[in-house]
C-alpha cells in the first residue's frame, strides 16, 4: 500500500539547537517533495520544494535533503527559535496536472527557551 | 491584495442540514481543492477542480459536493449526508507552473451542534 510518514506526531528542541524532521514514503515516485509549515488554526505556508534530481536545497536556516533511494527527505532548522514552534508538513508532488498532492500529517515542533 | 479569501471563518450547523463553505480566489490560478483536517490526521483531500466546470473526487468526496461555474469561485456544500463534518476546512489553490506549490486560505471552522 501506498504511505507517506512523518517520523514523529510531536517534536521537542531547545532553542538554538537543529531540528531534524523526517519524511518517509512507500510505494510512490514523486518527482519533487515539499515542506510546509502550519501555525495553529491557520493555513500551511509554503516553504521549500526539492527535486528529485537534488540533493539539498538551502533557505536561510532552513534545509532540506531528498533521497530517492531511501524514499526519504529530512529537513533541518539550524540555530532553532521558539518562533519556529509550528507543525510542518511534508508533501509529495509528482508534478502532474492530474495528480494532487499527498500530505503527511505533520510533525508538531516545540523550541523551547 | 491578492490570495485566498474562505468564509465565514467559524460556522455552525445543526444536524441534517446542509451548509455552504465558500473560497475566492484571485490569483488567476486554474486548480483549486478542498482540504478537511482533523486533529491527528493531516490533510484529506475532499474534491479538485483542475478548471472552470470540471471536477474530481478526492479521497474523502462521500457526503460533500463542489460547483466550479468561475475560475475564482470553488464553493463547497457540506450535505447532511457526512456523518461527522466537524472538522477544519482549508481551500487551497496552485498555479501549477513552474512549481506545484500550494497557497492556502485561512480556513473555515465547522462545527454541528
Known amino acids: 500500500s501506498q504511505k507517506i510518514e512523518q517520523n514523529s506526531e510531536a517534536l521537542n528542541i531547545q532553542e538554538g539547537k537543529t531540528a531534524t524532521l523526517t519524511c518517509n514514503y512507500t510505494?510512490?515516485?514523486?518527482?519533487?517533495l515539499q515542506w510546509y509549515r502550519q501555525d495553529p488554526g491557520r493555513g500551511p505556508v509554503f516553504l521549500l520544494l526539492?527535486?528529485?534530481?537534488?540533493k539539498e536545497k538551502r533557505k536561510e536556516r532552513l534545509k532540506v535533503t531528498f533521497d530517492t533511494t531511501l524514499k526519504q527527505s529530512l529537513f533541518h532548522i539550524t540555530a532553532s527559535q521558539p518562533a519556529d514552534s509550528a507543525t510542518y508538513l511534508c508533501?509529495?508532488?509528482?508534478?502532474?496536472?492530474?495528480?494532487?498532492?499527498?500530505f503527511g500529517k505533520g510533525t508538531r515542533l516545540s523550541v523551547i527557551a | 491584495d491578492g490570495g485566498i479569501t474562505q468564509s465565514p471563518k467559524y460556522l455552525f450547523r445543526k444536524e441534517g442540514q446542509n451548509v455552504t463553505l465558500s473560497c475566492e480566489q484571485n490569483?488567476?490560478?486554474?486548480?483549486m481543492y478542498w482540504y478537511r483536517q482533523d486533529p491527528g490526521q493531516g490533510l484529506r483531500l475532499i474534491y479538485y477542480s483542475q478548471i472552470v466546470n470540471d471536477f474530481q473526487k478526492g479521497d474523502i468526496a462521500e457526503g460533500y459536493s463542489v460547483s466550479r461555474e468561475k475560475k475564482e469561485s470553488f464553493p463547497l456544500t457540506v450535505t447532511s449526508a457526512q456523518k461527522n463534518p466537524t472538522a477544519f476546512y482549508l481551500c487551497?489553490?496552485?498555479?501549477?507552473?513552474?512549481?506545484?506549490?500550494?497557497?492556502f486560505g485561512p480556513g473555515t471552522r465547522l462545527t454541528v451542534l
Open positions: 508533501a509529495l508532488d509528482f508534478h502532474s496536472g492530474n495528480t494532487p498532492l499527498v
Open positions: 490569483l488567476n490560478h486554474d486548480a
Open positions: 510505494n510512490y515516485s514523486p518527482a519533487y
Open positions: 487551497a489553490t496552485t498555479a501549477r507552473t513552474p512549481i506545484n506549490e500550494q497557497f
Open positions: 526539492i527535486r528529485e534530481n537534488e
